[in-house]
C-alpha cells in the first residue's frame, strides 16, 4: 500500500499494472481489499488503483460526519497526486455514491465510469433510520458487532462461509468513527440518477440477482445507448467475492468497447 496526502488526510491504495486506468472503490466497512480476487484478472492489461476510503482501511479517519462529495474529492486528490488525467472509475455500493458525485461535478477527469451493486435513488426515509440505527449500534456496540450483524446480508443464501468470514475480518479493521462518518455521508447524499441519464459518458451499471441491498431494478436507472448493464446470475451484494472472475470480465468488456468507441 502507498500513501498520499488528500483534502488534509492520508488516503492509502495499492497501485497495480500498466495502461488505461481503472480506479475501483469500495463499500461501507470494506476497504481496497475488496478488490483483491478482482485485480489479478485486470492487472495485466490496466493500471488498477484501490483507494482506502477516508474512514476506512489504513486510510485517515477524522472525526465527525462525512460527505459523500468530500469522499470524491478525495479520490479527485489522488489522481493530482498520481498525475492521472483521465480514468475509468467504478464503485462498490457506497464507492458508487462517490462515483456518482465524481461524475457529476468533474466529468472531464473521466473516461467512463459505473456502478457495481449500488444505485443513483437517495436514502428512503426508512433507510435514513436505519443509517442512524447503525451509528447508535457502532456507537453502542463497537464495530465488530455491527460487521457480524451486516455481513450476513451481503452475500447470496449459501454462499462460501470463507467468503462471509473474510469480509468481516476486513470489516473489523474499519475505525468506528469512519464507519460513523460514512453511515451519515450515505444518509445525506442527493438523488443523483439524472447524472446518469444525462451523461455521454460510458456507464457501466453492475447488479446481483440475488442482491438483497440494492436490486437490479435500483441499479438500472436508464437504458441509454452508452449505459451497460449487465447483472450476474446468483450473487447478491458482493460479486467481487461471489463471481470475481465474471465481474473482472465485465470490467474488461466495458472498457474494451468504451475504447473501441
Not at 446518469?196 to 453492475?206: D, G, K, R
Request: aromatic share 8%.
Amino acid at each position: 500500500m502507498e500513501i498520499v496526502r488528500c483534502e488534509g488526510s492520508n488516503i492509502c491504495y495499492s497501485d497495480q499494472g500498466k495502461g488505461d486506468v481503472i480506479v475501483l472503490l469500495h463499500g461501507f466497512c470494506g476497504s481496497s481489499s475488496y478488490w483483491e480476487q478482482v485485480i489479478p484478472f485486470l492487472s495485466g492489461n490496466y493500471r488498477v488503483i484501490a483507494p482506502d476510503l477516508r474512514g476506512h482501511g489504513v486510510s485517515d479517519a477524522p472525526l465527525g460526519a462525512y460527505s459523500i462529495d468530500q469522499m470524491a474529492d478525495d479520490v479527485l486528490s489522488l489522481l493530482n497526486a498520481l498525475e492521472i488525467p483521465e480514468c475509468y472509475l467504478l464503485g462498490h455500493s457506497l464507492g458508487g455514491y462517490i462515483a456518482l458525485s465524481f461524475a457529476q461535478r468533474h466529468p472531464s477527469r473521466l473516461k467512463g465510469f459505473g456502478l457495481i451493486h449500488s444505485t443513483g435513488y437517495p436514502d428512503s426515509g426508512e433507510a435514513k433510520e436505519n443509517r442512524l440505527k447503525s451509528v447508535s449500534k457502532i456507537q453502542n456496540e463497537g464495530i465488530f458487532a455491527f460487521v457480524d450483524g451486516l455481513v450476513p446480508g451481503l452475500f447470496a443464501p449459501g454462499a462460501a462461509p470463507q467468503l462471509l468470514e473474510r469480509t468481516k475480518e476486513i470489516g473489523y479493521r474499519t475505525p468506528p468513527q469512519g464507519a460513523v462518518g460514512a453511515a451519515m455521508a450515505m444518509r445525506e447524499r442527493p438523488d443523483r440518477r439524472d447524472v446518469i441519464s444525462a451523461t455521454a459518458l460510458p456507464v457501466l451499471l453492475v447488479a446481483g440477482s440475488e442482491d438483497s441491498k440494492v436490486s437490479p431494478e435500483r441499479t438500472f436507472t436508464s437504458n441509454k445507448p452508452n449505459v451497460t448493464q449487465a447483472t450476474i446470475s446468483g450473487v447478491g451484494h458482493m460479486s467481487m467475492y461471489e463471481a470475481p472472475e465474471r465481474l473482472a470480465e465485465i470490467i474488461k468488456d466495458y472498457v474494451h468497447a468504451a475504447v473501441r468507441n
